[in-house]
Structures are given as structure tokens and as C-alpha cells.
């Protein structure tokens, strides 16, 4: 009773939350971006939010328990290098030239960035963008069911319903402005569920005479192959390509207020996956001393580690605001998936684009529910893990979006033939080496290939086919140039 009471009094916020900022949307650009009003501290914590997800604290966390520090380590500090550098060279350009070309979103941006006048840049990422990210939305889903199964004891059908409702409440009420305020709050709320959680079980463990090596010695352990390192650490190459990451980027209040964000965002990703790890490991000495609920044996999930530690370690009066921290970071990724796929379906598809700003505003909401449908049937006939299946979507948008968003924005003789057979290359070779490819004894990443492929492509495409328009050239070195300026002024 007590923890239903905790969850609804958290839903009402975020629902209030919602109500609120509909009542400031007034187009679909307020309702896709926020009408680019947000400052530093909203805009980094709700990307660090948006991006973690149920990952940070149910799959991180679980694989660690599962496989030592080896995946924990190379993946955080793939993450925490990619972070870094998208936040450093895309954020600023990215910020500067959507504005100057009056881009709201990704497809849109690239159309405009090479004077595309066909239309198939825009389809073609369009089309990446609802395939990839419905099945990232779908993992969001999951990781909800799994809380709310474990919470409450209820059907994995009934929780997923209950998580999918959730999502979609405030998203379709509040767009853009809700997804990043409500994000704000699920940020902190899971960096605070991390320190707590980590404290308290650092501290049951102190006195206890535990030993975490002598349990498993393999776990602290975290040497591996240059492959399988190479492979982890690629993760972070997924950064450059995240729509709803970029969405943050677009809508930050100034491209002068990057700095700020970036300085703000990397800590608090820094501290949460440092804390998660960590969890990991602690959770494998607490097994030892009083076996966790649902972790291992016969129908045991791994990635159920953190829940269940905090149901051990915490009095239920606190447990449940520590365990609204696992709905706050199912919430604040796919929040964000609805709403990068619901502007690629107003946005970027030309069935809508001569309806007005009010009607595209309603369009979106209609849209954030039937995508929310459609991945709550993906997730309810998904056997895969949540880790799996945001690898999956992580790698897709990593390979197809990321080598074109970086020679798109930093070098000028990218064309619009090479980012289009960058993209294709990306995508087919995610989708190859998922299904066909792997080698004995090594974690073979799909984005590590996938990238260099896609990377390599766009450069020997771009060389053999005509330099872009001279439209496309100004505007270029005028993105260029305001980036400078604003770098100069802000240091």
C-alpha cells in the first residue's frame, strides 16, 4: 500500500508536470523542441537522462553481477569518451547551423545541410529513424515491466500495459518542455537512488567479513582481448548519432550555454555510471551473504540486481522513492524516442507539411500514442534482454547517423550522395554483422564495423561525386564562423 501510494504521488508529478507545459506549447515547434528556450543545467541532465535510460541502473548493473568488471569498465569509458566528444564538436555546430537553416529535426537538418531538393535524405533517415527507434522504445518498455513485475508482484502483461500508459500520459500532454523538465527530475532522482543504494551496501558489506574476489575472482577481473575491448568501448561511438540526443542540441537556449551543459552533463554521467558499476559488484558480495530475490537459479534475471537490492537493503517507507528512480530512467529515455518519432512523422514526412503549427502540434500527440502501440507489442513478444535490445538501436542509429553528423558538420566537401551511401552502408552493415557475423570467443560489436564502414564511405563517395551546392557552401562557412565567434565570446 505504501508503495503504491510513493508511485502515484510520482506520476501525479509528472502528470502535473505535463499539464503544465501544454499549457505553454503552442505549435510543433515548441511541441518538437521546447522553442529552443531551455538553459544548460535542463538540457544536460534531461540528454544524460534521455540517453542512460533502464540501462544505467537495471542493465549496466546486471551485466556487472552477471560478467565482472570487464563489460562495466571498456562500455563506461567507450560512453564516457563519446560523450565528451559529441558534447565538444557536434552540440555547438549542430546548435548554430539548425538554427541558421531553420531545422527542428534530423532529417530535416541533413535535407538542408546538402540543398537535397529529392527528398531522399530526408526519407531515408525518416525511415531509419521510425524502425530503430521503435525498438528502442520497446527496451524503455521492458525495463518499466520488469520494475513494475518485481514491484508489485503483477503479470508482465499488466506491468507493461501500466509502464506504457505511464510514458505516453505526459508526453502526449506536455511534447518537448515535458519530456526535458520531467527528464531533470528523473536525473537527479537516479543519480540520488545510485549514491544511496551504494552507500548503504558498502556499508553492509564493511563488517560483514565478505571478500568480492575470494566470491568470484573472475569478477574484478576486467582485462580481456583487443577486440572484445575495442568492441565495448565502441559504445561510445553511438553518441554521434542518437536523435534524441541530438534533439538536445537543437533545442538548447544558445549555443554559448554548450559549454556549461557539457561541463554539467559529463559529471553527472560520470558519477552514475561510476555508481553502477560499482552496484554490480556490491550486489555480488550481498548475494553471498543473503541471497537476492529473482537474481539467480532457475526464471533468475540478472538485471533485476538493483531492484532487488534495494528491497533488501532499504526500510519500504524510502524503497519506494529509491525504486521510483528505476521508473524515472525507463521514463526519461523513452519519453524522448516518442518524441524524435513523432516529429520525424510531422516533420520530415510531407503528408503533413501544409497543415499548421497548432494541427502538427495535435498530429504529434496522435502519433506519440500509436508508436507507443506499436512498441508495446514489440516488447511483449521480445524474449531478448534490455541490453540486447538497446545495443541493437544504440549501434543502428550509431553507424547510420554518426560518421554523416560529424563530416556534415566539420568538413565541407561532404556530399549529399556520400551521406546517403554512409547511411546505407551503416545500416546494412549493423543489420550483416548482427545476423551473420560473429567470432568464437570475442564480443564482436556491430557499431565498431558498422561505424568505420559508414565513415569510410561517406569520404570516398564525397571524392568522386560533385562538391555541394553553393548554397549549401555559404551556409556552411556561415555556421562555421558563428561557432567561432560564440567559442571566442564564451571563454
Known sequence: MILTIQFGLYLLLMLGIGYYSMRRTKNNEDFIIGGRTLGPVTTAISAGASDMSSWLLMGLPGAVFASGLVEGVWISLGLIIGAYANWSIVAPRLRTYTEQVNALTLPTFLARRFDDNTGILKTVSTLVILIFFTLYVASGLKGGTLLFAHSFGASEQTALLITTLVVVSYTFLGGYLAVCWTDLIQGLLMLAALVAC???????????????????????????????????MAWGLGYFGQPHILARFIGIKGVRDVASARRIGM????????????????????????????????????????????????????????????????????????????????????????????????????????????????????????????????????????PVMILSLIWRKTTKYGALAGMVAGAATIFIVKNYISIEGEYLYELLPGFIIAFMTIIFVSALTDMPSEKALKEFDAAKRQVKESGKSSA
Not at 211 to 217: L, M, Y
Not at 353 to 360: A, C, N, V, Y
Open 267 to 402: 559529471g553527472w554521467m560520470i558519477l552514475c555510471l561510476v555508481l553502477a558499476v560499482e552496484i554490480g559488484l556490491l550486489a555480488i558480495g550481498y548475494d553471498a551473504l543473503a541471497p537476492l530475490d529473482g537474481i539467480t537459479g532457475s526464471g533468475g534475471n540478472s538485471e533485476r540486481v538493483f531492484l532487488a537490492l534495494v528491497s533488501a537493503l532499504f526500510h519500504p517507507l524510502v524503497a519506494g522513492f529509491v525504486l521510483a528512480a528505476v521508473l524515472a530512467a525507463v521514463m526519461s529515455t523513452a519519453d524522448s524516442q516518442l518524441l524524435v518519432l513523432t516529429s520525424a512523422l510531422t516533420e520530415d514526412l510531407p503528408f503533413f507539411s501544409r497543415l499548421t503549427g497548432k494541427q502538427r502540434a495535435w498530429i504529434s500527440r496522435i502519433g506519440v500514442v500509436a508508436f507507443a502501440l506499436l512498441a508495446y507489442y514489440l516488447a511483449s513478444d521480445s524474449n531478448d534482454t534490455i541490453l540486447m535490445m538497446v545495443a541493437y538501436a544504440w549501434g543502428g542509429f550509431g553507424a547510420t547517423f554518426g
Open 198 to 232: 551504494s552507500l548503504l551496501a558498502l556499508f553492509t558489506l564493511s563488517g560483514s567479513g565478505i571478500n568480492i574476489s575470494a566470491v568470484r575472482p573472475e569478477a574484478l577481473q576486467f582485462k580481456t582481448s583487443w577486440l572484445t575491448g575495442a568492441s565495448l
